[in-house]
């Protein structure tokens, strides 16, 4: 079985998440090329078919182009899998490519159990495992979920590709991530609110705790979509990935774009009234207890040490 | 401005999942149902649009069984002028291309400017029906917006993806368009009881689903509780307690309280 890789490239710059993408092929064994829209001054460590078109000629990402372009390759290559990330390129292209090529897209890979896809559904409550029934499969896989041991290794091929569609939207330029003030990333202990808190005057339960504990508070996606939380303290996919020593989240579910934010913590603690929250997947004590009763007890019970 | 809102009904996040009979979906009975999170950003973009352009008409469009129609209301009472719902019973069980498909048939007949939708659902959570639907109709989309305006006079739509990482990239577009909607584009509004009330008189109509029009892609294999990955210490009790043992917990394994 033929594998298309889909790499990335972005603001001049070759994504190392690309090695995600040979881990995965290499779990499946399967024989993999791999397709960028990138630079030949910077190459994807991989033994293979690289087809490679320009980014200096076709700028940063636009759908219709990067599309053509991928088509074109899928014509001559003939692949039965054509695999993305799970990623702001990867979800937006990858369904243009299933529509053209009338295929089945599973989004969100997670892992491949018997030969099928497995993927999260309802906030990572719940699995579903999916059986392609078209000839060739759209994948995107979950990032973070397949890894190499090491770096990768090897010098690809390079089959040089080019189109002149043009798409009729533009990618103007970039705005870069607001991360003055606190740096999350280089914090020892956390102490994160969740949509559970409920309100944003608990946030200051949170904020107490983590002063308690000489450390930095945090907060997951919702809490600072509602601005309850500055955004440069959200911990997650679009926030900061963080590896403290210790890290309390509190009334967090768990969504995978959290989890991968701080799942690679020493030790973690949950406080959650759900015991079945999938933030218990990855939490070294789960205390299942309302967090406005508990963390003001905790607090202060730190305090009076 | 012509505009179509694509949303879906799902379940509250928080419910107790069952897995259903033939073991492919969640069981429906006893769930809590709203509008699906991403849609309700999608519902306000559109009406912030029509407050600039008080001309535009807004479509909110549901595919779902009889109970869908609540979420239609929320919409119309967020502001939208008329609802469309698909009742379709099995629509839970089709797949993104099947729903993409139905969406498109019904979007073609009208000439629409902007189709907003969420950038996925919460409980498939694929992400492809809305470029689906582009791509079936031919025009561009923009996914995982968390910024828009409109420019009356150059009719230039400026949106920002959100990139990994907390960064954005800056996209232009014109109309027509599909935009996807990521969480935190804007404030959904809550609706006010007087317009809970206008809502009820505004155009809400039902038809049936079109025949199939694409055959099957793919098939769940199974749908289940992911295993508990063990090593987890689970504590419950009474506060005091589940405090003294907590730090006690840290003491032992960490030094974070040193």
Partial sequence: MKTLLVAEFREGKLRAEYSQLIAFAQQQQTEAAMFLVGNAGELPKFNGTLYLADAAKHGEYNPTVHRQLLLDVVATEQPAQIVFLHSSYGWDLAPRIAVALQAAQISEIISVDNGLPVVPVCNAKLRRSIKSTTGRTVLTIQAGAFSLEGEPEGAPTVVAIDTDAAGRVQCTGYEAAKLEGVDLTKAEIIVSAGRGVGKPENVAMVQALAKALGGEYGASRPVVDAGWVEHNRQVGTTGSTVTPKLYVACGISGAIQHLAGMKKSDFIVAINTDKDAPIGEVANVLVVADLKQFLPVLTEKLGAR | ?258
Avoid at chain 2, 4 to 13: A, E
Avoid at chain 2, 121 to 129: C, E, L, N, P
């Fill in chain 2, 1 to 258: 401005m012509n505009i179509l809102i694509c949303i879906k009904q799902v379940p509250d996040m928080e419910s107790k999942f069952k897995i259903n009979g033939e073991g492919t979906w969640y069981d429906r009975a006893d769930l809590a149902w709203r509008m699906n999170e991403y849609d309700e950003y999608a519902v306000e973009q559109a009406v912030r649009l029509k407050e600039q352009l008080p001309n535009s008409d807004l479509t909110v469009l549901c595919i779902g069984q009889d109970q869908a129609s609540e979420s239609i209301k929320k919409a119309l009472a967020m502001g939208c002028d008329k609802g469309v719902h698909i009742a379709d019973p099995d629509s839970s069980q089709r797949e993104p291309i099947a729903i993409a498909t139905m969406i498109a048939g019904f979007a073609k007949e009208e000439l629409f400017d902007i189709i907003f939708t969420g950038m996925q659902s919460q409980d498939r959570g694929s992400a492809q029906v809305g470029v689906m639907v582009a791509e079936l109709l031919g025009i561009p989309a923009v996914t995982t917006i968390v910024d828009f305006s409109y420019d009356e006079n150059t009719g230039a739509i400026q949106v920002k993806r959100e990139l990994e990482g907390g960064s954005k990239a800056l996209v232009t577009a014109t109309t027509p368009v599909v935009l996807t909607c990521q969480l935190g584009l804007n404030t959904p509004r809550y609706p006010t009881l007087p317009n809970i009330m206008k809502a009820k008189k505004k155009e809400l109509r039902t038809v049936l689903p079109a025949p199939a029009a694409v055959d099957a892609r793919q098939e769940t294999s199974a749908c289940y509780f992911p295993e508990k990955k063990g090593g987890g210490l689970v504590l419950e009790g009474e506060i005091p307690e589940l405090a003294d043992k907590l730090i006690q917990l840290l003491k032992e394994k960490t030094s974070a309280l040193a």
